[in-house]
C-alpha cells in the first residue's frame, strides 16, 4: 500500500483527486474539563483567566446548547459508546472504585473505531469506566496507549484515592508520578505523543483532564494570580481552572510545532456541571453536578478547527455528548454506523452552521434504581423540558461569591438524600404526602428555570411524559454493586489494580 502523508485541511481540498494517496482525516484532539461549571470559564466570565481556552472558543464554534450527563462516568460512557448511559445501566452515580462494574465490554467503543480507520489513539488522563479486570481498561478498549488514572478523583500530588495509588503508565503503576502535580505530568506525556507521532497518520487524542475536580489543589502562582477573590475554595478552583488553560495552550504549541495544527479538530466540553460544593459555579443555570437542572447538564463546550465555514460564532443547535461519537466517526471519514447508538452525528451541521442539529430531544437521565428516592428523569424535547423525580442535591442557583457553601452541610455523595419521595416510572403520580418533584419550563423563555409551568400545561407534560415512557422500552436498571473487598488495594501493592472481577 502506498504509504500515506498528511496534508493541512486546505492542501486536502485540493488534492482531493489525490486520494487515497494523501490522508485527508483531521487529527482529533478532545479535552474533557473536569467538573468545568457554566460560569467558570473566560468565556462566560471576565473574572476567570482562561486566555488560551477563550481565544480558540472564539476563533471556533461555542456549542451554546450541548448536553451531558450530571455526572463523570455516565457521560464518559455516553461519550465512548455513543449510548445514553440509562441502556448501559451506567446512569445511576459513577463507577467506584470497589465496585465490580465496567462500561459494557460487548460494545464498539470510539478508539476502536477511529483505530480501524488508521488513527493512532492515546488517553492521557482521568478514565473512570471502570477497572476491575484488564479487558475494561483503556488499552483494552481502543486505546494505544493510557498515561493517568482509574478512578474518579485523588490527590493531585500523591495519586491517593481513598487509601490506594491509582496512576498507571499504560499498565504499569508509575510510582514516579508521586509528587507532581498531575496537570503538568500530562503536559509531559502529550507534547512526547505529539513529537513522537508519525506524520503519515492520522492522531486521535483524548485529553480527559483532572482539572477542576475536587479535591481543591493548585500550584501557588496559580492561585495567586487571583487575589481578589476572598472565599479559599472559589479561588483555588479559579487557579486550577488557568492551570488547565496552560495546558491547552501547551496542546496547541505542541500541535503547532510538529505542524499538526493545521489539520486537527479540537473539541473541548466539560464532563457535567460545576460541582457547587467543591468551588464549581454555573450562575446564571440553575443547580449544578449531580442535578439534571441546566446547571449540571448544559456543558461549557466548542469546537475548533480549519474545517469550519463560520466561526466566531454561538452555535444554537441542540446536541448531546452521545452525539461526539457518530460526530468524529464521520470528521474522520469513516462509514460505520451502529443504528442502536442514541448520538446524531452533528458533523455537517457544524461543518456550515446551516442545517439544523438533527437533534430535537435530548434525555437528560433515566434511573428508576432500586433506592425509589432517587428516581430521577428529566427529557427535553423542542423548547420544553420536563423534569419527573428527584432532580439532585444543590438545586437552587448559586453566584461565585456564596459557591463554597459554607452555610450547609456538605453531601459528597450524591447517593445519601432521604425523604424526597418522588415518582418510580415517568407517569407515575406522587403521594398527596410527598414533595412535589415534577418541573416543566419552557427553556427558550427560561433558560435559568425559574418558573414552573408544570400545573398549566398539562398537555404539553403529557406529550413529554409518553416520550420519557417510549424510552423505558430500551430501559437497563442501574448496575450499583456494594464495594467488594477483593478490590482493596492492600492486596494489591497499595494500588487500584485491574484482576478482581
Ligand atoms: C451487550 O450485552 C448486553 C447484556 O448482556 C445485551 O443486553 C446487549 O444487547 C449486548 N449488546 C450488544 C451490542 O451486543
Ligand atoms: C508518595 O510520596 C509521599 C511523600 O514522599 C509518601 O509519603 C507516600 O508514601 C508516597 N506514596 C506512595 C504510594 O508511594
Ligand atoms: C445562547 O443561549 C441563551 C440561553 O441560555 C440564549 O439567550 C442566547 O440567545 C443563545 N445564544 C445564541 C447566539 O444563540
Ligand atoms: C402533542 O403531540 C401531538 C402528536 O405528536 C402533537 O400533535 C401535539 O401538537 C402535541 N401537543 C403539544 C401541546 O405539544
Same mark, same amino acid.
Given at each position: 500500500?502506498?504509504?500515506?502523508?498528511?496534508?493541512?485541511?486546505?492542501?486536502?481540498?485540493?488534492?482531493?483527486?489525490?486520494?487515497?494517496?494523501?490522508?485527508?482525516?483531521?487529527?482529533?484532539?478532545?479535552?474533557?474539563?473536569?467538573?468545568?461549571?457554566?460560569?467558570?470559564?473566560?468565556?462566560?466570565?471576565?473574572?476567570?483567566?482562561?486566555?488560551?481556552?477563550?481565544?480558540?472558543?472564539?476563533?471556533?464554534?461555542?456549542?451554546?446548547?450541548?448536553?451531558?450527563?450530571?455526572?463523570?462516568?455516565?457521560?464518559?460512557?455516553?461519550?465512548?459508546?455513543?449510548?445514553?448511559?440509562?441502556?448501559?445501566?451506567?446512569?445511576?452515580?459513577?463507577?467506584?472504585?470497589?465496585?465490580?462494574?465496567?462500561?459494557?465490554?460487548?460494545?464498539?467503543?470510539?478508539?476502536?473505531?477511529?483505530?480501524?480507520?488508521?488513527?493512532?489513539?492515546?488517553?492521557?488522563?482521568?478514565?473512570?469506566?471502570?477497572?476491575?479486570?484488564?479487558?475494561?481498561?483503556?488499552?483494552?478498549?481502543?486505546?494505544?496507549?493510557?498515561?493517568?488514572?482509574?478512578?474518579?478523583?485523588?490527590?493531585?500530588?500523591?495519586?491517593?484515592?481513598?487509601?490506594?495509588?491509582?496512576?498507571?503508565?499504560?499498565?504499569?503503576?508509575?510510582?514516579?508520578?508521586?509528587?507532581?502535580?498531575?496537570?503538568?505530568?500530562?503536559?509531559?506525556?502529550?507534547?512526547?505523543?505529539?513529537?513522537?507521532?508519525?506524520?503519515? =497518520?492520522?492522531?486521535?487524542?483524548?485529553?480527559?483532564?483532572?482539572?477542576?475536580?475536587?479535591?481543591?489543589?493548585?500550584?501557588?502562582?496559580?492561585?495567586?494570580?487571583?487575589?481578589?477573590?476572598?472565599?479559599?475554595?472559589?479561588? =483555588?478552583?479559579?487557579?486550577?481552572? =488557568?492551570?488547565?488553560?496552560?495546558?491547552?495552550?501547551?496542546?496547541?504549541?505542541?500541535?503547532?510545532?510538529?505542524?499538526?495544527?493545521?489539520?486537527?479538530?479540537?473539541?473541548?466540553?466539560?464532563?457535567?456541571?460545576?460541582?457547587?460544593?467543591?468551588?464549581?459555579?454555573?450562575?446564571?443555570?440553575?443547580?449544578?453536578?449531580?442535578?439534571?437542572?441546566?446547571?449540571?447538564?448544559?456543558?461549557?463546550?466548542?469546537?475548533?478547527?480549519?474545517?469550519?465555514?463560520?466561526?466566531?460564532?454561538?452555535?444554537?443547535?441542540?446536541?448531546?455528548?452521545?452525539?461526539?461519537?457518530?460526530?468524529?466517526?464521520?470528521?474522520?471519514?469513516?462509514?460505520?454506523?451502529?443504528?442502536?447508538?442514541?448520538?446524531?452525528?452533528?458533523?455537517?451541521?457544524?461543518?456550515?452552521?446551516?442545517?439544523?442539529?438533527?437533534?430535537?430531544?435530548?434525555?437528560?437521565?433515566?434511573?428508576?434504581?432500586?433506592?425509589?428516592?432517587?428516581?430521577?428523569?428529566?427529557?427535553?424535547?423542542?423548547?420544553?423540558?420536563?423534569?419527573?423525580?428527584?432532580?439532585?442535591?444543590?438545586?437552587?442557583?448559586?453566584?461565585?461569591?456564596?459557591?463554597?457553601?459554607?452555610?450547609?452541610?456538605?453531601?459528597?455523595?450524591?447517593?445519601?438524600?432521604?425523604?424526597?419521595?418522588?415518582?418510580?416510572?415517568?407517569?407515575?403520580?406522587?403521594?398527596?404526602?410527598?414533595?412535589?418533584?415534577?418541573?416543566?419550563?419552557?427553556?427558550?423563555?427560561?433558560?435559568?428555570?425559574?418558573?414552573?409551568?408544570?400545573?398549566?400545561?398539562?398537555?404539553?407534560?403529557?406529550?413529554?411524559?409518553?416520550?420519557?415512557?417510549?424510552?423505558?422500552?430500551?430501559?437497563?436498571?442501574?448496575?450499583?454493586?456494594?464495594?467488594?473487598?477483593?478490590?482493596?488495594?492492600?492486596?494489591?501493592?497499595?494500588?487500584?489494580?485491574?484482576?478482581?472481577?
Amino acid at each position: 500500500m502506498a504509504s500515506l502523508r498528511q496534508v493541512s485541511f486546505l492542501e486536502c481540498i485540493f488534492m482531493l483527486t489525490a486520494c487515497p494517496f494523501v490522508s485527508c482525516k483531521p487529527n482529533i484532539v478532545f479535552i474533557v474539563a473536569d467538573d468545568l461549571g457554566w460560569n467558570d470559564v473566560g468565556f462566560n466570565n471576565p473574572d476567570i483567566i482562561s486566555p488560551n481556552i477563550d481565544g480558540l472558543a472564539k476563533s471556533g464554534i461555542i456549542l451554546n446548547q450541548t448536553y451531558v450527563q450530571p455526572l463523570c462516568s455516565p457521560s464518559r460512557s455516553a461519550l465512548m459508546t455513543g449510548m445514553y448511559p440509562f441502556r448501559l445501566g451506567l446512569q445511576h452515580v459513577v463507577i467506584l472504585a470497589y465496585q465490580n462494574v465496567c462500561m459494557p465490554l460487548n460494545l464498539t467503543t470510539l478508539p476502536e473505531v477511529l483505530k480501524k480507520e488508521g488513527y493512532a489513539t492515546h488517553i492521557v488522563g482521568k478514565w473512570h469506566l471502570g477497572m476491575c479486570r484488564w479487558e475494561c481498561t483503556p488499552t483494552y478498549r481502543g486505546f494505544d496507549s493510557f498515561y493517568g488514572y482509574y478512578n474518579a478523583e485523588e490527590d493531585y500530588y500523591t495519586k491517593d484515592v481513598g487509601g490506594g495509588y491509582d496512576f498507571r503508565d499504560n499498565k504499569r503503576v508509575a510510582t514516579e508520578a508521586n509528587g507532581t502535580y498531575s496537570t503538568d505530568l500530562y503536559v509531559e506525556r502529550f507534547k512526547t505523543i505529539i513529537a513522537n507521532h508519525k506524520q503519515d =497518520t492520522p492522531l486521535f487524542l483524548y485529553l480527559p483532564f483532572q482539572n477542576v475536580h475536587a479535591p481543591l489543589e493548585v500550584p501557588d502562582k496559580y492561585y495567586n494570580m487571583y487575589p481578589n477573590i476572598r472565599d479559599h475554595d472559589r479561588r =483555588t478552583f479559579s487557579g486550577m481552572v =488557568t492551570a488547565l488553560d496552560d495546558a491547552v495552550g501547551e496542546v496547541v504549541s505542541a500541535l503547532q510545532q510538529k505542524g499538526l495544527y493545521d489539520n486537527t479538530l479540537i473539541v473541548f466540553t466539560a464532563d457535567n456541571g460545576g460541582w457547587v460544593t467543591f468551588g464549581g459555579n454555573n450562575y446564571p443555570l440553575r443547580g449544578g453536578k449531580v442535578t439534571v437542572f441546566e446547571g449540571g447538564t448544559r456543558a461549557v463546550a466548542f469546537v475548533h478547527g480549519p474545517m469550519f465555514q463560520k466561526t466566531g460564532v454561538r452555535y444554537d443547535g441542540l446536541s448531546h455528548i452521545v452525539d461526539w461519537f457518530p460526530t468524529l466517526v464521520e470528521a474522520a471519514g469513516s462509514s460505520y454506523k451502529d443504528p442502536t447508538q442514541d448520538g446524531v452525528s452533528q458533523w455537517k451541521s457544524l461543518l456550515s452552521l446551516s442545517l439544523p442539529s438533527g437533534r430535537d430531544e435530548v434525555v437528560y437521565n433515566l434511573d428508576y434504581s432500586e433506592f425509589p428516592e432517587q428516581g430521577k428523569a428529566a427529557i427535553r424535547v423542542g423548547d420544553y423540558k420536563l423534569i419527573a423525580g428527584y432532580p439532585g442535591l444543590y438545586p437552587d442557583w448559586y453566584k461565585p461569591a456564596q459557591a463554597h457553601m459554607s452555610s450547609v452541610t456538605r453531601v459528597d455523595n450524591a447517593v445519601s438524600n432521604k425523604g424526597t419521595r418522588v415518582a418510580r416510572t415517568p407517569g407515575e403520580q406522587v403521594t398527596s404526602a410527598a414533595p412535589k418533584n415534577f418541573y416543566l419550563f419552557n427553556l427558550k423563555d427560561d433558560p435559568t428555570e425559574h418558573n414552573n409551568i408544570y400545573d398549566s400545561h398539562p398537555d404539553i407534560v403529557s406529550n413529554l411524559t409518553a416520550r420519557l415512557q417510549a424510552h423505558m422500552s430500551r430501559y437497563v436498571p442501574p448496575n450499583y454493586p456494594p464495594p467488594d473487598p477483593a478490590s482493596d488495594p492492600a492486596k494489591w501493592g497499595g494500588a487500584w489494580s485491574p484482576g478482581w472481577c
